[in-house]
């Protein structure tokens, strides 16, 4: 079993960048695939990005493409999500989200959530 924390949102202007972090414990975290979702107020909570257990391969939803990167540290057990070019569509409260199996853009294949982090981009 895996306890995910996230940190690092916040309130930032238009164009601004944050640097999102999710800590996991126990010490399995390599075996799990990861994935950033978010949900903004009355929408469905959807795939921002994804990544392997080895961090070899990443997918990304259309919309941030180009803007953010997802990465982990398995040692550090922890992976994060870099956004640049913040837009106010961006919006959402952001959460990590782990997979024992390979790594999907599929909310429903992902068994482990944190408690989420605001993010706020202002116009």
């Known amino acids: 079993q895996v306890q995910l924390v996230e940190s690092g949102g916040g309130l930032v202007q238009a164009g601004g960048s944050l640097r999102l972090s999710c800590a996991a414990s126990?010490?399995?975290?390599?075996?799990?695939?990861m994935g950033w979702f978010r949900q903004a107020p009355g929408k469905e909570r959807d795939i921002v990005a994804a990544i392997n257990t080895s961090g070899s391969r990443t997918s990304y939803a259309d919309s941030v493409k180009g803007r953010f990167t997802i990465s982990r540290d398995n040692a550090k057990n922890t992976v994060s999500l870099q956004m640049n070019g913040l837009k106010p569509e961006d919006t959402a409260v952001y959460y990590c989200a782990a997979t024992l199996t390979y790594y999907t853009n599929s909310r429903a294949d992902y068994g482990y959530w944190g408690q989420g982090t605001q993010v706020t981009v202002s116009s």
């Open positions: 126990g010490r399995t975290f390599r075996s799990y695939a």
